[in-house]
Each structure stands twice: as structure tokens, then as C-alpha cells.
């Protein structure tokens, strides 16, 4: 596991996506988290809030483990990351099953939050750079195709999670069984990724396409120094705290909009709407983030971005009185924030080049940890403050919206101040790129 599996003559570069699908399918779980919620808070007597830090905590974990991480994953290789990210992950659920049978909150955060956490992080940005150098020719495509299956994890997730509770029983037990399964069942379909994923032999796997090194280059140490980062930080940070924002509580959310309605959500339309905002999520992940490598990634984050703001203006000014508007609204602000995830890796290609590109990528990965915290936090506090003052209804989310509509024209100012690296950043030569390489902090 230790050093990176080499394809050998002839082997086809697509079979390494269906490798990074197996990972992400299975750490795309996360966001069918609101499934969980309200059994959560009945069994163990909690509010929203505190039955959102188990995915506080994860994205957190995933944001920092991917940061510090990084550097041993382009050292160590994918297969070594995939495995690192298959027993955390898999444990997550295990510990949180002991948590959730023994009624000790504490270990389902400890065990979903920040073990699991550690396994999302190291397994997102497990296949980013390898996928990027067998397609140096479409790398919006190719990074999409893997960062897809984050995005769509919850449209299997989020059913099949539905229909354990109902079958195990919404009780702590049930919870605690639906849990154990999930830990078994991924950490099998993982195990797919792990034995398939290879690198490839030369730095030309496509012979009529370009190299995957030629162009600026840009070390992982020097890039964090770079105004380009910090302002691609700033664009991820409020691109994915909107998107977050409605996707951790979309299920009470969609309830609660029209609990006076005459015809109200029920529990199953509420998790279906979960399945079909991962739908969007993965649709936006691929189609967007292939969209880029035609418009330019700095075009395409004026769409997630602006549009993305008009949407949220539309949901809190109309979004009570027309379930489809809500619906599609919701739908898109899902596409952009998948799309953003998936464009990322594509626009530091841009920037920085494919030399130590999964680090910079681990690195970036901070403004989601921050995002993690900043969407559930403000949606889920503002939402509980408005219910202790007598509201109910779409009247509990009025605020937030307001506030994420300020937060993506944030990022959108962030994204229009992007420029190329100044050439002191550069790696001086292809030929010295090993040597700066062994300078990088693990």
C-alpha cells in the first residue's frame, strides 16, 4: 500500500474513475446526514443544532485532514490514500453504532465527526491529482466524474437510510443497527477502489494530448503564499457555506415551508427531496465542471456564484408560496455547489499545474471545513432563535437566506480579483521539481 500501483502497458485510463467513484460514492453518505436528524433528536433528546455537530465536526475533519494530509497523498500515493480513507470511514459508523446503542451522543460525534471525518478528507482528495494526470486534456471532466459520486452518495444514501429506519425502528437501537450496516456495506464497495486505482506510467498517457506537467508549476508551500489561493479560498468558503446551508437541513426545511399548506410534506417526500438535491449535486458536479473546460473556470463561478444569489433571493421572497419554484431553486443552488467542488481542482490545475496539485487542492479544502461549520451554524441557530420567538414556518429561515445572499456576493467579488501566478512563484524547472518536492513538510 505504501507506494503507488503503476498501470501496465495498455491499461485503459477510464477505469480509474469507476476507482475513485467506489470512494466517493460511499464518503458521499454525508450529505444524506438530515436524514438521521430527526430520529436523532427524538431518541436522544436533542435540538437542531446540537443534532447537527456530527457533520459539523466531519466537514471540519475533512477540511483539516485533507489540509495536512495532502502531501502524504501525493508522496504515498492513491491506493495507500483510499485505504487510509476506507477504515476511518467504515470505523466512523461503528463507533457511532456503539454511541447510538449505548445513548452516549458523544460517540456518535467522536466516531461520524472526527474519525469519519478524517476518512472523508483523506478520500476526497484521494483521487484528485491521479485523475488529473491521466487526463491532462479534460481535467474539469475528469476530476468531475470522480467528485460526482461525493455529490450523488446521498442519492443512495438517503433511501436506503430511510428504509433502514423504518425497517430497524427510529429508536436508538435502530439507529444503532442502521449504522453498523452502513459501516460494513462501504467499507466493501470501497475495497472495489482500493484494488482498482492505478498511476499512470508516463507523463503523456494520452499520445496526442498534452503532458500532464507542461505549463506553470507551482509547489504546494509556495502556492498558500500566492493572493490566487487565498481568493479561490474565499470563492469555495461562500460558494459552499450557501450550498451547505440548505443541503444539511433540507429535509425539516422543505417540511417546514409548508407546514401550513394544504397539502404538507410528509416524511418520505421530505427525504426524497434529500435524494433529489444529491441528484442535482452530482448532476452540477459533472455537467458544470465539464461546462468549464469549454467557458473558462473564472465564467463558470460567475454563474454558481450570481445566479446563485438570485436563487436564494427567489426562495425567500416566493419560495412558501410554490412548492415547484422551491424545489427548482433549491435544485439549482445544488447544481452550483456540487459544480463548485468539482471545478476547484480544475481552476488550480489552471494556476499552480498538476505539480503537487493534490496538496494545494488538501490545502484549499480549509474554506470547506469553515463553510462546514458556517452553514449548519447559521441556518440551525437562526432557525432555533426564531422558534423560541414565537415563529414558525418559512419565517425561520428569512434571516439566514439574507445572509447567504450577502455571503455568495462575497465570493463573487472574491472570484473577479483572480490573476495569474506572478513567475516567482514557479517552480524554476521541470527537472528541479524533485528536488523541491523533498523539501515539502509531510
Not at 266 to 294: C, H, K, P, Q, Y
Not at 371 to 394: T, Y
Amino acid at each position: 500500500m505504501s507506494s503507488p500501483p503503476v498501470a501496465p502497458p495498455g491499461w485503459s485510463r477510464w477505469l480509474v474513475p469507476p476507482a475513485a467513484l467506489s470512494v466517493h460514492l460511499s464518503i458521499g453518505q454525508a450529505y444524506a446526514w438530515s436524514v438521521f436528524k430527526p430520529p436523532l433528536e427524538s431518541a436522544l433528546g436533542l435540538d437542531g443544532t446540537q443534532s447537527a455537530l456530527p457533520f459539523q465536526v466531519a466537514i471540519v475533519m475533512l477540511g483539516l485532514s485533507a489540509a495536512f494530509g495532502g502531501t502524504l497523498v501525493e508522496r504515498n500515493g492513491p491506493r495507500w490514500a483510499m485505504t487510509v480513507a476506507l477504515v476511518c470511514f467504515s470505523s466512523g459508523f461503528l463507533i457511532s453504532a456503539l454511541g447510538a446503542g449505548t445513548k452516549q451522543y458523544w460517540l456518535i460525534v467522536l466516531g461520524y465527526g472526527f474519525v469519519g471525518g478524517i476518512g472523508l478528507g483523506i478520500g476526497y482528495i484521494s483521487p484528485v491529482s491521479t485523475l488529473i494526470k491521466w487526463f491532462p486534456d479534460r481535467p474539469g471532466m475528469a476530476t468531475g466524474i470522480a467528485i460526482m459520486g461525493f455529490g450523488g452518495g446521498a442519492l443512495i444514501a438517503s433511501p436506503w437510510s430511510a428504509q433502514m429506519l423504518e425497517s430497524f425502528g427510529s429508536d436508538n437501537d435502530g439507529i444503532a443497527l442502521a449504522f453498523l450496516v452502513h459501516g460494513l456495506a462501504y467499507a466493501a464497495f470501497m475495497t472495489l477502489g482500493v484494488l482498482l486505482v492505478r498511476v499512470p506510467r508516463t507523463e503523456k498517457p494520452v499520445e496526442s494530448g498534452p503532458s500532464a506537467v507542461e505549463g506553470v508549476q507551482v509547489s504546494a508551500r509556495e502556492a498558500v503564499r500566492t493572493p490566487q489561493f487565498w481568493c479561490l479560498w474565499v470563492v469555495l468558503c461562500m460558494n459552499v457555506t450557501a450550498g451547505i446551508g440548505i443541503l444539511e437541513k433540507a429535509a425539516p426545511m422543505i417540511t417546514d415551508f409548508f407546514v401550513d399548506s394544504s397539502t404538507p410534506v410528509s416524511a418520505s417526500a421530505a427525504a426524497g427531496f434529500v435524494a433529489l438535491l444529491s441528484a442535482a449535486n452530482m448532476a452540477g458536479r459533472i455537467g458544470w465542471s465539464s461546462t468549464s473546460d469549454r467557458v473558462g473556470r473564472k465564467n463558470i463561478y460567475r454563474v454558481y456564484l450570481g445566479v446563485g444569489a438570485l436563487m436564494y433571493l427567489l426562495i425567500a421572497l416566493f419560495g412558501d408560496t410554490s412548492k415547484p419554484l422551491f424545489v427548482l431553486c433549491a435544485l439549482v443552488i445544488l447544481s452550483f455547489y456540487g459544480g463548485g467542488f468539482a471545478t476547484i481542482p480544475a481552476y488550480l490545475k489552471d494556476l499552480f499545474g498538476t505539480y503537487q496539485v493534490g496538496a494545494i487542492h488538501g490545502r484549499l479544502l480549509t474554506a470547506w471545513s469553515t463553510a462546514g461549520v458556517l452553514g449548519p451554524l447559521i441556518v440551525n441557530w437562526i432557525a432555533d432563535r426564531q422558534e423560541a420567538a414565537g415563529k414558525h414556518g418559512s419565517s425561520l429561515y428569512g434571516l439566514s437566506f439574507g445572509i447567504m445572499i450577502g455571503l455568495l456576493v462575497v465570493g463573487f467579488v472574491a472570484g473577479e480579483l483572480v490573476r495569474p501566478v506572478h513567475p516567482r512563484h514557479h517552480v524554476p524547472a521541470p527537472k528541479e521539481a524533485a528536488d523541491v518536492q523533498r523539501q515539502q513538510p509531510a
